[in-house]
Protein backbone atom coordinates (compact mmCIF):
# COMPACT_ATOMS: atom_id res chain seq x y z
CA UNK A 1 0.00 0.00 0.00
CA UNK A 2 1.41 3.37 -0.72
CA UNK A 3 1.49 5.99 1.91
CA UNK A 4 -1.81 7.27 2.80
CA UNK A 5 -2.17 11.01 2.21
CA UNK A 6 -4.53 13.09 3.72
CA UNK A 7 -7.76 13.87 1.68
CA UNK A 8 -9.15 16.97 1.67
CA UNK A 9 -12.67 16.64 1.21
CA UNK A 10 -15.60 19.62 -0.89
CA UNK A 11 -19.29 19.48 0.07
CA UNK A 12 -21.03 21.09 -3.31
CA UNK A 13 -22.80 24.52 -2.32
CA UNK A 14 -25.71 22.91 -4.18
CA UNK A 15 -25.84 20.20 -1.77
CA UNK A 16 -25.74 22.01 1.10
CA UNK A 17 -27.87 24.97 -0.22
CA UNK A 18 -30.85 22.65 -0.78
CA UNK A 19 -30.27 21.55 2.65
CA UNK A 20 -30.76 24.48 4.22
CA UNK A 21 -33.53 25.44 2.22
CA UNK A 22 -35.47 22.24 2.71
CA UNK A 23 -37.22 21.97 6.12
CA UNK A 24 -38.25 18.23 4.98
CA UNK A 25 -34.50 17.58 4.77
CA UNK A 26 -33.31 19.10 7.84
CA UNK A 27 -35.65 17.43 10.07
CA UNK A 28 -34.24 14.33 8.93
CA UNK A 29 -31.07 12.67 10.69
CA UNK A 30 -28.29 11.63 8.72
CA UNK A 31 -26.59 8.34 9.87
CA UNK A 32 -22.86 7.07 9.92
CA UNK A 33 -21.80 3.76 10.82
CA UNK A 34 -18.29 3.18 11.46
CA UNK A 35 -17.10 -0.06 12.08
CA UNK A 36 -13.55 -1.88 12.76
CA UNK A 37 -10.49 -0.46 14.79
CA UNK A 38 -11.20 -1.23 18.93
CA UNK A 39 -7.64 0.64 19.63
CA UNK A 40 -8.64 4.04 18.74
CA UNK A 41 -12.26 3.58 20.67
CA UNK A 42 -11.65 6.14 23.29
CA UNK A 43 -10.77 8.45 20.22
CA UNK A 44 -13.51 7.98 18.21
CA UNK A 45 -15.63 8.24 20.72
CA UNK A 46 -14.89 11.89 22.06
CA UNK A 47 -14.44 13.10 18.53
CA UNK A 48 -18.16 12.48 18.00
CA UNK A 49 -18.82 13.81 21.48
CA UNK A 50 -16.70 16.82 20.26
CA UNK A 51 -18.65 17.64 17.22
CA UNK A 52 -22.10 16.99 18.08
CA UNK A 53 -24.67 19.16 20.25
CA UNK A 54 -26.78 18.28 22.66
CA UNK A 55 -25.20 14.56 22.51
CA UNK A 56 -26.93 11.97 24.10
CA UNK A 57 -24.89 7.98 24.07
CA UNK A 58 -26.51 4.52 23.63
CA UNK A 59 -24.10 1.44 24.79
CA UNK A 60 -24.88 -2.00 23.78
CA UNK A 61 -25.74 -4.23 26.63
CA UNK A 62 -23.15 -7.03 24.93
CA UNK A 63 -20.43 -4.95 23.83
CA UNK A 64 -19.37 -1.45 24.91
CA UNK A 65 -17.52 -1.39 21.62
CA UNK A 66 -20.50 -0.69 20.06
CA UNK A 67 -22.33 2.53 20.60
CA UNK A 68 -24.97 5.29 19.33
CA UNK A 69 -24.14 9.47 19.58
CA UNK A 70 -26.88 11.36 18.42
CA UNK A 71 -26.55 15.21 18.04
CA UNK A 72 -27.04 17.92 16.02
CA UNK A 73 -24.29 19.14 13.79
CA UNK A 74 -24.94 22.80 12.13
CA UNK A 75 -26.05 22.81 9.01
CA UNK A 76 -26.69 19.34 9.07
CA UNK A 77 -29.39 18.72 11.86
CA UNK A 78 -29.90 15.86 13.63
CA UNK A 79 -27.15 13.20 13.15
CA UNK A 80 -26.49 9.95 14.64
CA UNK A 81 -23.20 8.26 14.65
CA UNK A 82 -22.72 4.73 14.73
CA UNK A 83 -19.46 2.52 15.95
CA UNK A 84 -18.84 -1.18 15.99
CA UNK A 85 -15.58 -1.47 17.18
CA UNK A 86 -14.88 -5.45 16.66
CA UNK A 87 -11.91 -5.04 14.47
CA UNK A 88 -10.09 -3.56 11.58
CA UNK A 89 -10.19 -6.16 9.40
CA UNK A 90 -13.85 -6.93 10.24
CA UNK A 91 -14.92 -3.38 9.05
CA UNK A 92 -12.64 -4.13 5.81
CA UNK A 93 -14.82 -6.87 5.40
CA UNK A 94 -17.96 -5.64 6.29
CA UNK A 95 -17.73 -2.64 3.89
CA UNK A 96 -16.40 -4.00 0.92
CA UNK A 97 -18.93 -6.94 0.88
CA UNK A 98 -21.32 -4.55 1.92
CA UNK A 99 -22.46 -6.88 5.35
CA UNK A 100 -24.88 -5.22 8.15
CA UNK A 101 -23.32 -5.33 11.27
CA UNK A 102 -25.56 -4.67 14.22
CA UNK A 103 -25.77 -1.07 15.97
CA UNK A 104 -26.76 0.00 19.75
CA UNK A 105 -30.06 0.73 19.06
CA UNK A 106 -30.69 -2.90 17.61
CA UNK A 107 -30.63 -1.76 13.83
CA UNK A 108 -28.55 -3.81 11.56
CA UNK A 109 -26.55 -1.83 9.10
CA UNK A 110 -23.92 -1.63 6.40
CA UNK A 111 -20.89 0.45 7.46
CA UNK A 112 -20.25 3.88 6.32
CA UNK A 113 -16.66 3.88 6.89
CA UNK A 114 -14.07 1.31 8.01
CA UNK A 115 -11.60 2.52 10.56
CA UNK A 116 -8.08 0.49 10.09
CA UNK A 117 -4.28 0.21 10.95
CA UNK A 118 -4.09 -2.36 8.27
CA UNK A 119 -4.48 -1.97 4.90
CA UNK A 120 -7.14 -4.14 2.43
CA UNK A 121 -4.41 -6.02 0.58
CA UNK A 122 -2.81 -6.61 4.18
CA UNK A 123 -5.79 -8.89 4.35
CA UNK A 124 -5.97 -10.32 0.77
CA UNK A 125 -8.44 -7.18 -0.53
CA UNK A 126 -8.94 -5.15 -3.12
CA UNK A 127 -7.70 -1.87 -2.56
CA UNK A 128 -9.84 -1.02 -5.78
CA UNK A 129 -13.57 -0.38 -4.08
CA UNK A 130 -11.83 2.00 -1.24
CA UNK A 131 -10.54 5.48 -1.15
CA UNK A 132 -8.88 6.54 1.82
CA UNK A 133 -9.01 9.60 4.06
CA UNK A 134 -6.01 9.43 5.83
CA UNK A 135 -3.49 9.13 8.03
CA UNK A 136 -5.37 9.72 11.28
CA UNK A 137 -2.62 8.47 13.59
CA UNK A 138 -0.19 6.24 13.86
CA UNK A 139 -1.30 3.23 16.51
CA UNK A 140 2.35 1.42 18.39
CA UNK A 141 1.19 -2.27 18.70
CA UNK A 142 3.43 -3.93 21.80
CA UNK A 143 3.81 -7.64 23.34
CA UNK A 144 3.17 -7.86 26.79
CA UNK A 145 4.45 -10.29 29.55
CA UNK A 146 2.97 -11.91 32.23
CA UNK A 147 4.07 -12.04 35.86
CA UNK A 148 5.42 -15.21 35.61
CA UNK A 149 8.26 -13.83 33.07
CA UNK A 150 10.34 -11.56 34.65
CA UNK A 151 13.38 -12.59 33.69
CA UNK A 152 12.53 -12.14 29.85
CA UNK A 153 12.82 -8.38 28.60
CA UNK A 154 13.25 -8.45 25.23
CA UNK A 155 12.27 -10.22 21.44
CA UNK A 156 14.38 -10.59 18.05
CA UNK A 157 12.43 -10.75 14.79
CA UNK A 158 13.25 -14.21 15.07
CA UNK A 159 11.79 -14.80 18.46
CA UNK A 160 8.90 -13.27 17.76
CA UNK A 161 8.29 -14.98 14.99
CA UNK A 162 8.87 -17.94 16.54
CA UNK A 163 6.49 -17.76 19.52
CA UNK A 164 3.77 -16.93 17.41
CA UNK A 165 4.59 -20.12 15.80
CA UNK A 166 5.11 -22.57 18.28
CA UNK A 167 4.43 -21.13 21.68
CA UNK A 168 3.30 -23.58 24.29
CA UNK A 169 3.05 -27.54 23.46
CA UNK A 170 3.35 -28.71 20.00
CA UNK A 171 5.07 -31.52 18.29
CA UNK A 172 8.32 -30.60 18.72
CA UNK A 173 7.87 -30.45 22.64
CA UNK A 174 7.83 -27.38 24.87
CA UNK A 175 8.70 -24.11 23.60
CA UNK A 176 10.78 -22.87 27.05
CA UNK A 177 11.35 -19.70 28.64
CA UNK A 178 14.83 -20.15 28.47
CA UNK A 179 14.35 -19.71 24.89
CA UNK A 180 13.89 -16.10 25.40
CA UNK A 181 16.72 -15.31 27.43
CA UNK A 182 15.62 -16.65 31.16
CA UNK A 183 16.63 -20.04 32.81
CA UNK A 184 13.07 -21.62 33.54
CA UNK A 185 12.16 -24.48 31.08
CA UNK A 186 8.42 -24.16 32.03
CA UNK A 187 6.68 -23.47 28.32
CA UNK A 188 5.74 -20.26 27.67
CA UNK A 189 3.00 -19.19 25.44
CA UNK A 190 0.86 -16.72 23.40
CA UNK A 191 -2.37 -14.93 23.81
CA UNK A 192 -2.93 -13.45 20.27
CA UNK A 193 -5.55 -10.93 19.07
CA UNK A 194 -8.12 -12.92 16.43
CA UNK A 195 -8.20 -12.36 13.10
CA UNK A 196 -10.50 -9.40 13.09
CA UNK A 197 -8.36 -7.60 14.48
CA UNK A 198 -5.64 -5.25 13.10
CA UNK A 199 -3.57 -5.57 15.77
CA UNK A 200 -2.97 -9.21 14.61
CA UNK A 201 -2.44 -8.98 11.02
CA UNK A 202 0.30 -5.28 12.00
CA UNK A 203 1.70 -7.21 14.40
CA UNK A 204 2.25 -10.32 11.83
CA UNK A 205 3.38 -7.85 8.99
CA UNK A 206 5.97 -5.88 11.30
CA UNK A 207 8.14 -9.38 12.59
CA UNK A 208 7.34 -11.16 8.85
CA UNK A 209 5.52 -13.95 9.98
CA UNK A 210 2.82 -15.95 7.87
CA UNK A 211 3.01 -18.85 9.47
CA UNK A 212 -0.21 -20.69 11.60
CA UNK A 213 -0.62 -18.89 14.75
CA UNK A 214 -0.30 -20.51 18.38
CA UNK A 215 -2.48 -18.73 20.32
CA UNK A 216 -3.81 -20.28 23.89
CA UNK A 217 -6.88 -19.71 25.99
CA UNK A 218 -7.42 -21.47 29.29
CA UNK A 219 -10.02 -24.52 29.91
CA UNK A 220 -12.24 -24.34 32.66
CA UNK A 221 -10.18 -25.92 35.39
CA UNK A 222 -7.92 -23.28 34.11
CA UNK A 223 -5.58 -24.60 32.71
CA UNK A 224 -3.54 -23.54 29.36
CA UNK A 225 -5.43 -24.35 25.89
CA UNK A 226 -4.88 -23.95 22.35
CA UNK A 227 -7.40 -21.01 21.45
CA UNK A 228 -10.21 -22.62 19.55
CA UNK A 229 -11.08 -19.11 18.36
CA UNK A 230 -7.99 -18.06 16.81
CA UNK A 231 -7.59 -15.68 19.27
CA UNK A 232 -9.08 -12.75 21.45
CA UNK A 233 -11.20 -10.10 20.56
CA UNK A 234 -10.28 -7.62 22.47
CA UNK A 235 -6.99 -6.10 24.19
CA UNK A 236 -8.49 -6.38 27.90
CA UNK A 237 -9.16 -9.76 27.00
CA UNK A 238 -5.39 -10.39 26.46
CA UNK A 239 -4.82 -8.91 29.76
CA UNK A 240 -6.98 -10.98 31.40
CA UNK A 241 -5.41 -14.01 30.53
CA UNK A 242 -1.79 -13.15 30.79
CA UNK A 243 -3.15 -13.10 34.42
CA UNK A 244 -4.34 -16.75 34.56
CA UNK A 245 -1.15 -17.74 32.23
CA UNK A 246 1.44 -15.88 34.11
CA UNK A 247 4.10 -17.39 31.75
CA UNK A 248 2.49 -16.08 28.53
CA UNK A 249 3.19 -13.07 26.20
CA UNK A 250 0.33 -11.23 24.64
CA UNK A 251 0.00 -8.92 21.56
CA UNK A 252 -2.06 -5.39 21.99
CA UNK A 253 -2.63 -1.89 20.57
CA UNK A 254 -0.55 0.51 22.67
CA UNK A 255 -3.83 1.69 24.32
CA UNK A 256 -4.61 -1.17 25.83
CA UNK A 257 -1.13 -2.21 27.42
CA UNK A 258 -2.80 -0.56 30.85
CA UNK A 259 -0.50 -1.38 33.80
CA UNK A 260 1.18 -4.48 31.90
CA UNK A 261 4.84 -4.44 31.24
CA UNK A 262 6.04 -4.41 28.01
CA UNK A 263 9.11 -6.24 26.36
CA UNK A 264 11.34 -4.63 23.96
CA UNK A 265 11.60 -5.44 20.10
CA UNK A 266 15.29 -5.99 19.34
CA UNK A 267 16.70 -4.05 22.11
CA UNK A 268 14.47 -0.84 21.66
CA UNK A 269 11.87 -0.22 24.48
CA UNK A 270 8.30 0.72 23.29
CA UNK A 271 7.91 4.46 23.75
CA UNK A 272 6.12 6.99 21.51
CA UNK A 273 9.38 9.00 21.40
CA UNK A 274 10.82 5.81 19.87
CA UNK A 275 7.90 5.57 17.63
CA UNK A 276 8.21 8.87 16.17
CA UNK A 277 12.35 8.73 15.48
CA UNK A 278 11.67 5.22 13.58
CA UNK A 279 14.05 3.02 16.21
CA UNK A 280 10.97 1.09 17.67
CA UNK A 281 9.08 -0.54 14.22
CA UNK A 282 5.81 -1.82 15.49
CA UNK A 283 3.11 0.63 14.36
CA UNK A 284 0.87 1.33 11.52
CA UNK A 285 -1.04 4.28 10.03
CA UNK A 286 -4.78 4.04 10.97
CA UNK A 287 -7.12 5.47 7.92
CA UNK A 288 -10.70 5.54 7.58
CA UNK A 289 -11.45 3.52 4.30
CA UNK A 290 -15.20 4.59 2.38
CA UNK A 291 -16.51 3.12 -0.82
CA UNK A 292 -15.60 5.50 -3.79
CA UNK A 293 -17.68 7.77 -5.10
CA UNK A 294 -19.99 6.35 -7.79
CA UNK A 295 -19.97 2.93 -5.82
CA UNK A 296 -22.33 0.85 -3.87
CA UNK A 297 -22.24 1.79 -0.72
CA UNK A 298 -20.31 5.62 -1.25
CA UNK A 299 -21.34 7.94 1.20
CA UNK A 300 -23.71 10.57 0.84
CA UNK A 301 -22.80 14.08 0.77
CA UNK A 302 -24.53 14.26 4.37
CA UNK A 303 -22.46 11.59 5.57
CA UNK A 304 -19.35 13.00 3.92
CA UNK A 305 -19.59 15.85 5.79
CA UNK A 306 -20.09 13.93 8.94
CA UNK A 307 -17.10 11.71 8.50
CA UNK A 308 -14.98 15.02 7.58
CA UNK A 309 -16.09 16.55 10.70
CA UNK A 310 -14.85 13.50 12.71
CA UNK A 311 -12.07 13.63 10.86
CA UNK A 312 -10.78 16.84 11.54
CA UNK A 313 -11.33 16.39 14.92
CA UNK A 314 -9.11 13.48 15.30
CA UNK A 315 -6.08 14.66 13.49
CA UNK A 316 -6.32 18.10 15.19
CA UNK A 317 -2.83 18.79 16.60
CA UNK A 318 -3.97 20.03 19.26
CA UNK A 319 -5.99 17.61 20.33
CA UNK A 320 -3.21 14.58 19.51
CA UNK A 321 -0.63 16.74 21.38
CA UNK A 322 -3.14 17.03 24.64
CA UNK A 323 -6.16 14.93 24.82
CA UNK A 324 -5.60 12.77 27.62
CA UNK A 325 -6.92 9.77 25.57
CA UNK A 326 -4.57 10.41 22.44
CA UNK A 327 -1.53 10.90 24.78
CA UNK A 328 0.46 8.14 25.68
CA UNK A 329 -1.42 5.98 23.54
CA UNK A 330 -1.33 6.89 19.74
CA UNK A 331 1.77 9.17 18.04
CA UNK A 332 0.59 12.27 16.44
CA UNK A 333 1.05 12.88 12.84
CA UNK A 334 2.95 16.15 13.75
CA UNK A 335 5.59 14.41 15.98
CA UNK A 336 6.03 11.04 13.38
CA UNK A 337 9.88 11.83 11.99
CA UNK A 338 9.70 8.42 9.68
CA UNK A 339 7.05 7.08 6.90
CA UNK A 340 6.72 3.74 5.88
CA UNK A 341 4.91 3.02 2.60
CA UNK A 342 3.64 -0.91 2.99
CA UNK A 343 2.19 -2.63 6.16
CA UNK A 344 5.12 -3.53 8.42
CA UNK A 345 7.75 -2.26 5.50
CA UNK A 346 11.02 -0.42 5.51
CA UNK A 347 11.12 2.85 7.90
CA UNK A 348 12.43 5.78 6.14
CA UNK A 349 13.25 9.18 7.18
CA UNK A 350 10.97 12.17 6.41
CA UNK A 351 12.79 15.09 4.12
CA UNK A 352 12.13 17.84 5.70
Not at 233 to 239: E, H, I, K, L, Q
Amino acid sequence: MKEPKIVKCIVTGLALTGFALNPSLRAQTTEVFFAGANASQTVLYTAASNILGGITATISATNSTVRDYSGTIAGLGNVTIHFSLLGGIQGLQDLANQNTETTAGGSNLTPTVAVSSASPGAVGLSAAPFSILGPTLVVPYAFIKGSGLSSVSNLTQRQAAYLEGAAGTNSAGALPISFFGGTNTEPIYLVARNTASAVRTEIDANIAFTGTISTWTTNSLGVPVPDPSGGQSSGSNVRALLKAIPTAIGTVAASDISTDTTLSYEGVPYSITNVENGSYPLWGYENYYLISSGGNGAPSPAQYQVITNLFSAVTNADFQTTSPVFVGNFAPLSGLQVTRSTDGGPITLINN
